[in-house]
């Protein structure tokens, strides 16, 4: 039976009395749990930043015809030389297609599968890009527009014109912002495309593709599958590449094994490929949470002392409660009610500056060439991050009090009194 | 007339820094509505046995009994709940929490028995600081009365769940002769009008005189 209302009116008390301590203790749990809530969201937000720059664009399994000599040589299937030791020199890749055969099929068959959001084919190829008597080499990547932008969000990558225009446009391209700068060439205009095997094409320009990548933005440019298929003069069955995006990434690695099996295609799973990602996004998070702890640790040391004096200098008042009739539990709930109090109102507050912080960063311009969407700093407010810091704050606070509240427990009264 | 507080057989040993036998085999009662006190020397051990009686030490052989009912042995929690219902406390150092105000000191032991709204608690509280004539400091900050005061404002805490018995290491130890003699009226006048038992340790041979009955200590023993 716990008598919380006189308790709570002790610990009242005592905090409103002692404001000037109180509000620093509460201060050092308001700073810690503020510069949490502030550098985690803002660390999240880069690093949200820095994996879309990368992960968005790249397909979770990427499915292509690699370009490779046999792993095994006529010589090794003759038996007669089979105890001996055949060397072949100079060894060249075999002859095969760049197009996956039996495309068509092979993507109808990824779409039917549940963990695959879709399975989108591209053609790419190399081509030179004409002005007057200058030939730039390039890339031309044949794609479905409309179907990259929903899956590969590629609309935050064109700076001019959209998918929309490229999709719905004959014989139209979407340049990169490298080719139409040397060129000097604006939506609208028409650029001369030539595939390697010849030929010349005209083709509109829709729209600027900007990667943030410039050695990428000065070869890369987008048309339709199509338009593609008919510069190379190839069948609408011509598809060197599927990309495959998923609805689990951590599906990618036993799928891309399974297609590579089933289909004797190459197939690169997006954690194989771009390994150092996730290793630079968890030391950015090990970062974050070390700052944070050692910060609510100084503040939970400061909790801690100011309690510890408080129990010393109320002595007397601890002795006098006991001698009436308070319990050492008792006394122990009025210090650690006042602990979990000065944890509570620091916290909120906390959360609050936090708050305000993060929004304020928020606000600040950040523009930077690689990122052409991106016009403040990111800022990623997950209510899991202000979840995680008040019941640090609480649980911070808790252990701070706990100690010292146990000694005001022990406290033997008579001692006390009979001190004076 | 009923025994309020009765000590059996109370043996008592100082273990640090050398054992040290401070009460040896202490037998006494207090009858409801008796003034009595406790005197001796320094060091003869009365206030270890006025706070063995307190039930706040527990480090003791022997049997205590307050009304009838044998309290050694019970555990913490409940030895506060009786300390808090039966037994009011007066010590030489007037011991208010110095930050509350001169009602809610007196309100304190009242509010953690519970048995009352808070208006009963006030006005109880009223009651007993008029009875005192110390009603006009209620409002006013504990650490900003007089010493006088404060002793009468900690009988008046004493008194207000009505206990069994009020017990008093010193009261007067601390104050000139003039408050002195006011707080000994006041107990006096608990004792006679009020029918409470009183238990009082005292040096003051004036102040003991007074008293119904005298319990005269010497090396750990009763003498008379």
């Given at each position: 039976m716990v008598n919380w209302k006189v308790i709570l009116g002790i610990a009242k008390t005592h905090l409103l009395t002692k404001i000037k301590q109180t509000s620093i203790a509460a201060l050092g749990v308001t700073f810690g749990i503020g510069s949490y809530i502030t550098l985690v969201c803002f660390m999240t937000g880069l690093n949200g930043m820095l994996d879309d720059l990368i992960l968005n664009q790249t397909p979770h399994i990427h499915v292509y015809n690699e370009i490779e000599p046999s792993k095994k040589q006529p010589i090794s299937l003759y038996n007669e030389l089979k105890e001996s030791i055949n060397i072949v020199h100079s060894v060249k890749p075999k002859l095969s297609q760049k197009k996956i055969h039996n495309a068509l099929p092979i993507i109808d068959y990824l779409e039917a599968n549940k963990d695959v959001r879709g399975a989108l084919p591209q053609i790419k190829t190399q081509i030179f890009y004409i002005a007057g008597s200058i030939e730039l080499g390039g890339n031309l990547t044949g794609i479905n527009p409309i179907d990259e932008a929903k899956l590969f969000n590629m609309e935050d990558y064109i700076v001019e014109g959209s998918a929309e225009a490229l999709q719905n446009t004959d014989n139209s391209i979407l340049l990169g912002i490298g080719i139409a700068n040397k060129m000097a060439l604006k939506v609208g205009d028409r650029v001369q495309v030539s595939p390697i095997n010849g030929g010349i094409f005209p083709l509109k320009i829709v729209g600027f593709y900007q990667s943030g990548i410039a050695d990428l933005d000065a070869i890369q440019s987008f048309a339709n599958i199509k338009t593609v298929q008919r510069i190379l003069g190839k069948a609408n069955n011509y598809i060197t590449d599927i990309n495959v995006k998923l609805y689990d990434i951590e599906q990618a690695i036993p799928l891309s094994e399974k297609i590579e099996k089933q289909f004797n295609l190459t197939a690169i799973d997006i954690k194989t490929a771009n390994a150092q990602f996730e290793t630079g996004t968890t030391i950015r998070n090990l970062i974050t949470y070390a700052v944070s702890i050692t910060l609510l640790i100084v503040a939970g040391f400061g909790i801690y002392n100011i309690l510890n004096m408080l129990i010393y200098e109320k002595m007397n008042d601890i002795a006098i409660l006991k001698a009436t009739g308070f319990s050492g539990k008792d006394v122990q709930h009025i210090f650690m009610s006042q602990a979990m109090i000065i944890g509570f109102v620091g916290g909120v507050l906390g959360l609050l500056i936090g708050l305000g912080l993060a929004s304020l960063i928020a606000t600040i311009p950040f523009q930077t060439e690689a990122l052409p969407t991106v016009e403040t700093y990111p800022i990623n407010m997950n209510p899991l991050f202000f979840v995680i810091g008040f019941s640090f704050a609480m649980l911070s606070t808790f252990l701070a009090g706990y100690l010292p509240s146990k000694k005001a427990k022990k406290i033997d009264p008579v001692k006390i009194i009979r001190g004076q | 007339m009923s025994i309020v507080l009765e000590a059996k057989h109370i043996n008592k040993y100082f273990k640090k820094p050398v054992l040290f036998h401070v009460l040896k085999d202490i037998n006494f009662q207090v009858k409801e509505g008796e003034f009595a006190s406790i005197m001796g020397k320094s060091g003869c051990g009365k206030s270890t046995l006025l706070y063995i009686l307190s039930t706040m030490d527990t480090d003791y052989e022997g049997e205590l009994f307050l009304n009838d009912a044998l309290?050694?042995?019970?555990d913490r929690e409940h030895l506060s709940y009786l300390r808090n219902k039966h037994i009011g406390f007066v010590f030489q150092f007037h011991y208010l929490l110095s930050e509350f105000s001169v009602l809610e000191n007196v309100m304190l032991p009242a509010k953690k028995l519970a048995e009352k709204s808070y208006q009963e608690i006030e006005h109880d509280a009223i009651e007993k600081l008029k009875m005192l004539n110390i009603e006009h400091l209620a409002k006013k900050r504990a650490s900003q009365v007089s010493g006088g005061e404060k002793q009468r404002i900690a009988i008046a805490r004493a008194l207000i769940n009505n206990p069994s018995i009020i017990m008093g290491d010193e009261p007067t130890g601390n104050l000139d002769s003039h408050n002195a003699e006011n707080v000994f009226n006041i107990f006096k006048r608990l004792s006679e009008e009020e029918g409470l038992s009183l238990l009082v340790v005292t040096h003051d041979k004036d102040f003991a005189d007074k008293t119904d009955r005298i319990i005269q200590m010497g090396d750990g023993k009763i003498l008379q």
């Open positions: - | 309290i050694t042995g019970q």
